[in-house]
């Protein structure tokens, strides 16, 4: 019995359980957290805050990068830089996290929910034209595990209508769509850089304007309504409340680690791609018998390599799945339960069956440990683990 067990392969792997996401160092972190301790700035817009605005400047191709403590704290900033009054609209996939919505409602804006192209799980570019009112006040492009929306037909809508887009690119930064970079497509972006992300400090995020004109009052809104970035660049003599605001700037203890982990970003994405073209060459072939669906990434976007999810064929095949992996200690989530059938959506009045694509798609989706540290023994067992038995 014990002969057979040592041939049965990954079964009788002696693993601890695979966790979904876990966090690591890439490189120089602890060392950068130290020396921002030594150069004696730990609040914001010390040293290293710079430095990681200037590379997100120069890498992104934006007008400004400004770190923030969140990437819903950045579109929080975008709410108050659109002059967001109650009662306006927002256009957004209901197939999406709830800051990308929440940020918005909280200035009293009602989302207006569209539905997702089923290749992608984008915003469906097709299907916004209809959802604009004389109130839209701007248009959500969620680039969904990275891989960009269809954003020229997306900016040509809103354009004609003189609405803003901004693009949620939490999960997509260094990624591309038609040789340009994710985050530089619409008027503003966001970023996270929450530990769930390809690149982290715990908790922060960006806000990436791409119009000049916006940035000094961007600038104003981070700093609690003040001057105060005029202030230490010597452009005023002394600095005061001008605009309403909060307090969104990052500390320097947090940048110094962020900076760390972006100098590493060739090595984290060459990392990313080989765990998701291992996932993608280890299942191609099950998914077909087993009536799954891989992600697809049209020729036209290079990914960020944020994630690797499979759509299995029914809710049921999905949820059996889930708790077969569990059963071999691996972690696997769903992602996400579409904003309109939750309990708050439900306030504006959407019903199930209203976005059939995002309810059918999002109650098929599972999603698979995807994370820096994750190496090839683990991946393999995890491959093997899903191709085993019934689906
Ligand atoms: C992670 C995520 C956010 C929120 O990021 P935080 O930095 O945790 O605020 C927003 N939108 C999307 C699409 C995300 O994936």
């Known amino acids: 019995m014990q002969k057979e067990d040592r041939n049965s392969g990954f079964e009788h792997a002696v693993l601890s359980d ?73 256009i957004a996939p209901s197939f999406t996290f709830v800051s990308t919505v929440n940020a918005f409602v909280l200035r009293g804006a009602r989302p207006v929910f569209a539905d997702i192209r089923p290749d992608t799980l984008n915003i469906d570019e097709k299907k916004i034209a209809t959802l604009i009112t004389g109130r839209t006040r701007a248009i959500f492009a969620v680039h969904y595990a990275g891989v960009g929306c269809e ?10 209508h003189n609405i803003p887009v901004i693009e949620d690119n939490a999960q997509g930064i260094f990624g591309r769509y038609k040789g340009r970079r994710l985050g530089s497509l619409g008027s503003m972006a966001a970023l996270s850089f929450h530990e769930t992300k390809n690149f982290t400090c715990g908790e922060g995020g960006a806000l990436l304007i791409n119009d000049p004109a916006q940035v000094e009052r961007a600038e104003i809104i981070r700093e609690k309504g003040t001057n105060r970035s005029r202030f230490i660049r010597g452009q005023v003599d002394k600095y005061t409340w001008v605009d309403v605001g909060s307090s969104y700037v ?35 072939d099950w998914s077909k018998s087993a009536g799954a669906v891989l992600p697809y990434v049209p020729p036209h976007c290079d990914q960020s390599y944020h994630l690797f999810y499979l759509l299995m064929p029914s809710e049921a095949a999905r949820d059996s799945l889930i ?63 899903i191709k085993s038995g019934a689906a």
Not at 151 to 160: H, K, L, Q, R
Request: aromatic residues 8%; contains cysteine; proline residues 3%.
């Open 18 to 90: 695979i966790a979904f996401n876990r966090a690591s160092l890439a490189g120089n972190e602890l060392e950068y957290v130290a020396d921002a301790v030594d150069c004696g700035h730990i609040a914001g817009d010390g040293p290293y805050t710079k430095r990681v605005e200037r590379l997100l400047e120069a890498e992104l191709s934006v007008s400004r990068a400004l770190l923030t403590t969140s990437c819903t704290h950045a579109l929080e900033m975008a709410a108050l830089l659109i002059d967001l009054q109650p009662g306006d609209e927002i």
């Open 151 to 160: 954003m020229d037909e997306i900016n040509a809508i809103a354009g004609a």
């Open 250 to 284: 990052m500390s320097d203890i947090l940048a110094a680690f962020l900076y760390a982990q972006l100098e590493a970003r060739d090595q984290t994405i060459a990392r990313r791609r080989s765990i998701w073209e291992r996932y993608f060459e280890g299942l191609e």
């Open 323 to 385: 708790r077969k992996l569990h059963g071999y200690g691996i972690q696997s989530v769903f992602h996400y339960l579409p904003l309109h059938l939750s309990g708050k959506g439900q306030e504006y009045g959407y019903e199930r069956g209203d976005i059939p694509v995002t309810e059918d798609l999002s109650a098929r989706l599972l999603r698979l440990p995807f994370h820096n540290g994750l190496d090839e023994y683990q991946q393999n067992y995890i491959i093997d683990a």
